[in-house]
Structures are given as structure tokens and as C-alpha cells.
């Protein structure tokens, strides 16, 4: 499954950027998505809890992360499983940060468009073929959102946060009320 998207953050690139290395911070901002440190090879471990309903499925992976500051830009590549009907995935992702022109002088905005690329296997890829692309794009403005949130902070929260599942059916009613222009 192939995505492309963009939204817009408040900052200039080059701030958004150096926020974008942050990436347990960054990762908190992600419906689903906690972080339980580094291996050896730097790779971030973690996982994504997704549920559907009364059932949950997590997904453990790595996910390495590469950033070009100079050039607003960086890559991020992982890789998960779940035990349930050989759930798996694997995706690279490419993101660039360049000036929002329309915005405002006084206030600097960006946008972050994200190109990427997923392979999908198990219970998983029945379900994303079936709407996969509304779905990735409701959760890239649930991101967005959330991004936005956390960069109206001066400072990251300290600590670990706990994440909070990914909810299917949430992700599926926005997909569809955004589909079918409800409010």
C-alpha cells in the first residue's frame, strides 16, 4: 500500500525539523504508538496497539529513523508483527518539511508532505485493502492534530506517557464521515 499526504504545522522548517528528532516525542503523538527505548544497533523499539472493539492486537517493532536537517527532510523505516493471523507489516516513509507560502509572515507555518510505501501481510492487509487509504489519511490528521498540540508546548512533557490504543472503529467512522462529508 502506497500513501501520500501533507498537513500543515505551525514554525519555521527548520525548527519543525529539529522538533521532528525528537522522536519519543514525536512518537507520543501517534494514536497507538509507545516506545520502550533503543537496541544496540539504535533502532527505536516499540509497538502499536490497535483496537477493534473489545479486542485488541499490538504489533512489536523497530523503527530507524534518518534526518537531514540541513534539508528539511528524513526517512523512517520498520517493521512490525502481531501474533494474530500472522499480522505484519513493514514501511518506509519519507517525509520533507518546506515553508507554507500562503502563511502569514507573523506567524511561520510548514507543511510536511509524507510519502510512503507499506507492505502488509495477515489480517492486516485484508483490512487495508478494503480502506486502507481513508484510513491512513484519517490517522495522518489525527497525527497532525496531535503534532500541533504538542508543538504549542514550549518544552515536551517529562516521562513516559502511556499510549492509548489505536481504535479501529474510531479510524473507520472519521474515514467515513470524511468520505461522505458528515460532521
Not at 529539529?18 to 501517534?30: I, P, Q, Y
Not at 539504535?42 to 534518518?66: D, Q
Not at 536537517?69 to 526517512?75: L, V
Not at 518544552?155 to 474515514?175: D, Y
Request: hydrophobic share 40%.
Amino acid at each position: 500500500m502506497d500513501f501520500s499526504g501533507e498537513f500543515k504545522i505551525a514554525g519555521h522548517p527548520q525548527d519543525v525539523i529539529v522538533k521532528f528528532t525528537d522522536v519519543e516525542r514525536m512518537a507520543s503523538c501517534m494514536p497507538g504508538v509507545s516506545l520502550e527505548g533503543q537496541d544496540e544497533e539504535g533502532n527505536y523499539l516499540g509497538s502499536i496497539l490497535v483496537s477493534f472493539g473489545p479486542k485488541r492486537i499490538k504489533f512489536n517493532g523497530k523503527v530507524s529513523c534518518e534526518f537531514d536537517i540541513p534539508n528539511c527532510s528524513g526517512t523512517l523505516r520498520g517493521r512490525g508483527a502481531a501474533n494474530l493471523r500472522a499480522a505484519r507489516v513493514e514501511v518506509e516513509t519519507r517525509f520533507t518539511v518546506r515553508a507554507d507560502e500562503t502563511a502569514d509572515p507573523a506567524s511561520p507555518a510548514s507543511v510536511v508532505s509524507i510519502d510512503s510505501k507499506s507492505k502488509l501481510g495477515g489480517v492486516i492487509a485484508e483490512f487495508a485493502q478494503t480502506g486502507g487509504m481513508a484510513l491512513a489519511n484519517v490517522l495522518m490528521k489525527k497525527f497532525a492534530e496531535n503534532l500541533a498540540e504538542e508543538f504549542s508546548r514550549n518544552a515536551p512533557i517529562p516521562g513516559p506517557r502511556e499510549a492509548k490504543a489505536l481504535s479501529a472503529h474510531s479510524l473507520v467512522w472519521s474515514a467515513l464521515k470524511s468520505k461522505f462529508g458528515s460532521s
